[in-house]
């Protein structure tokens, strides 16, 4: 499927060129989330249109540059050290974000659509309008004196040093050597368990006291059989099986003969002795279990539950009424199963409207009813309103539309503004009626006097879960960084292109005054001016370029340069007409020169590191390259076909087609079973090469590394503006 894909894209149009050759089709890769892949899938994706040896951006052998992504990408696998492998992962995106995806990207959000006249007045003409998404409103729910102490002091357990240790989770870093060996990277394995657990806590008691005292059940429960197992002498080690289940259901025979049956097949199976643990484990894991059956007991006695009780009134007095909510459609999210199915439980004792709840589970079976109550791009025939709120978990935040809905209730805090965003873009879409988007976030707070105070408490209360969750939270979502104070009281927007600012202004001055515009295009080349700037005094900016790079050098005073984004030249580069420019400064000239050096040691640098070179293929693209070599030699094949060999080899050094080396490599292989002629194994392997579009491609000069061209065009200058007072 994906050499069929490369093979279209990569393929020539029948328009014919003025040199002969038929003109490269324009390829279009239409992605929403460019990043949100691993980094050799953004290399498949990008080798659609992109030659992986000689691509047309600053990076020539995009192959290199992606070998030492992933590279990278899967060192940090093995990297114990969590905020190391959030600052490698980091690193490694920014790296792909600047050098690869920002050049081949055309990005429109909503708000530069609607911001630039261009765009909008077309929107108009075509009857689209997006809704205007309102700043997220606050449902604060008070907890009374005695659950606001209880809730507190469980934070506290949960997450701080003298709380819970989670050894439940952590026996394999316990074990003595001898058995520890057996479990690769045991200790990192544990304490990323731990991790999780105290996250997943953490996030219950904040999704609903329904779910948190279900998941502090189940972990005291695990607890407890854990300790039973030392008490019998016997600890099962089997991650894939039901251990703390079947030993509280007294199942403990039942459980050796799953054990022996599984553990042939299953290397993590393991059973062990007390005396096989370290012994501080078996300390730490009771006291775990004392602190929670104390939290438990006291969790138990709650029979209040002031989060539902608030999200009632508001069903019925605001989230449901015509004046935010023309439709009576409403969304409500939690990234927990248990709540959504709580909710879905005690609900209807409060309003009469339908409740549909979606999970993981009857996603598939359910979505044609979600589609007919929430799909606002359903003909009328096709939509019903058996179903007024959707209850979901994040199984709904993607790919789906539910604009028929323009309100959306965050039942657990929106830690994450990505996961927020695409929530909101369930109801945001195109063909919504609505005119506002309303976003409600709910957060717990102290029972107090006036407002100021409510609000206060309910942020100190999410300092104390952003302490809690931290750095951990990577480790329950690789994609997830916590900003909730910043989503705490803030306007939701999209992202504006800056640039995009930029192009209208030129598109404005070529439609409206073209005499301007072909005076600026007919500038000649090494323009420049002198400028009053106080900050930049005696500095100097140009811009330089070559056929394939360009690049903003500034050089200070100081003869010290950097190189600056567009985006900062543009700022300092923008006059007013009225303003005058000034003789160029005494160091002007030194400082271009010294410009066109760094410059040229940017590329020189960059060049070293992006060898265009045979050897420096892999290992099977030198095999595909024998034997095409071999065939060349052998004298049996006639001008065509050479001509096609020949531009297959090119082809291979360019990196233009991932298959075709395997294509080659495979044919090679089968031979080795078979005795044909020479030329039969030719008219085989021109089959082969005739499957790709190579015929019509230019061929260039192979490059060794005897005629590597550092310098293919000499540096020009654009334009230098420099600074003086």
């Known amino acids: 499927m994906y050499n069929d894909l490369q093979k279209i894209c990569k393929t020539p149009t029948r328009k014919t060129l003025p040199n002969g050759t038929n003109a490269l089709k324009k390829v279009i890769l239409v992605s929403a989330t460019p990043l949100n892949n691993k980094p050799e899938d953004i290399a498949n994706q990008i080798y659609l249109f992109q030659d992986s040896k000689d691509s047309t951006l600053e990076i020539g052998n995009l192959q290199n540059f992606f070998r030492q992504q992933i590279d990278a990408y899967r060192k940090l696998k093995d990297e114990p050290d969590i905020p190391k492998v959030q600052e490698g992962v980091k690193r490694i995106y920014e790296r792909i974000r ?13 708000s530069d659509l609607i911001a630039h006249d261009l765009y909008s007045k077309d929107l108009e003409k075509q009857g689209i309008k997006f809704p205007k998404v309102k700043k997220p409103e606050k449902i604060l729910y008070e907890l009374d004196s005695h659950l606001d102490n209880l809730y507190d002091r469980t934070i506290f357990v949960l997450s701080n040093s003298q709380g819970l240790k989670y050894y439940r989770y952590q026996a394999i870093a316990f074990l003595k050597p001898h058995k520890k060996a057996k479990y690769k990277q045991a200790d990192r394995i544990s304490e990323q368990l731990a991790k999780i657990m105290k996250t997943l806590l953490v996030k219950r008691i904040d999704s609903s006291f329904y779910a948190f005292k279900q998941s502090l059940f189940r972990f005291t429960k695990a607890t ?34 799953l054990i022996l049956e599984n553990s042939i097949t299953d290397p993590t199976i393991d059973i062990c002795e007390p005396n096989d643990f370290e012994y501080d484990f078996l300390p730490g894991l009771m006291n775990d279990f004392k602190l929670l059956k104390e939290l438990l007991a006291e969790w138990e006695k709650v029979d209040k539950d002031p989060k539902l009780a608030t999200f009632a009134k508001y069903l019925q007095n605001i989230l449901l009424s015509k004046k935010i909510n023309p439709q009576s459609k409403l969304v409500v999210f939690s990234e927990s199963k248990e709540t959504t199915e709580y909710l879905d439980k005690e609900l209807p004792k409060y309003v009469k409207e339908k409740i549909l ?10 979505m044609p009813i979600v589609r007919k109550n929430f799909d606002a791009n359903l003909s009328k025939e096709q939509q019903e309103n058996a179903y007024n709120i959707v209850l979901t978990t994040e199984v709904l935040a993607e790919g789906v539309n539910l604009h028929r809905s323009n309100v959306i209730v965050n039942y657990d805090t929106p830690w994450n503004s990505t996961r927020l965003m695409q929530r909101i873009g369930r109801v945001n879409r195109i063909g919504s009626t609505a005119d506002e988007i309303h976003i409600f976030n709910f957060y717990p707070t102290a029972k107090v006097n006036n407002d100021i105070e409510l609000e206060k408490k309910a942020i100190m209360k999410l300092q104390a879960f952003h302490a809690a969750l931290g750095e951990d939270s990577q480790i329950y979502s690789p994609d997830e960084q916590f900003e909730s104070f910043g989503l705490f009281d803030k306007q939701i927007e999209e992202g504006k292109d800056e640039k995009l600012g930029y192009l209208m202004l030129i598109r404005d001055i070529k439609e409206n005054h073209p005499a301007f515009f072909k005076q600026i295009k007919n500038m000649p080349l090494r323009s420049r001016v002198g400028r009053r700037d106080k900050e930049l005094n005696q500095s100097t900016i140009c811009y330089i370029k070559d056929q394939k790079r360009d690049a903003f050098i500034f050089v200070n005073g100081n003869q010290q340069m950097e190189e600056l984004t567009f985006l900062e030249t543009v700022k300092i580069f923008e006059a007013e007409l009225a303003e005058n420019g000034i003789h160029l400064h005494s160091e002007h000239h030194k400082q271009v020169q010294s410009g066109i050096k760094y410059f040229a040691a940017l590329v020189d640098e960059e060049k070293a590191k992006d060898k265009k070179i045979d050897n420096t293929q892999g ?59 020479p030329a039969v194994i030719l008219e085989n392997t021109i089959k082969i090469l005739e499957a790709y579009p190579l015929i019509n491609e230019v061929q260039e000069p192979l490059v060794t590394e005897k005629n590597v061209n550092v310098h293919p065009m000499n540096p020009e200058i654009i334009i230098t503006e420099s600074f003086s007072i």
């Open 619 to 677: 290992p099977n693209e030198k095999k595909a390259n024998a034997f095409l070599d071999a065939i060349l030699n052998s004298a049996i094949a006639n001008e065509d076909e050479r001509i096609l060999i020949l531009k297959a080899k090119e082809a291979l050094r360019q990196g233009k087609f991932q298959n075709l080396q395997r294509d080659i490599n495979k044919f090679q292989r089968a031979l080795k079973k078979s005795s044909l002629k």
């Open 98 to 110: 600047v050098k690869v995806i920002e050049p081949l990207t055309v990005r429109r959000t909503r």
């Open 357 to 366: 709840s979606i999970d993981s589970k009857n996603r598939k079976d359910k």
């Open 224 to 257: 407890e059989a854990m300790i039973k197992m030392f008490d019998n002498g016997k600890i099962y080690i089997a991650p894939n099986l039901p251990v703390s289940d079947m030993i509280n259901e007294g199942k403990e025979e039942e459980l050796l003969d």
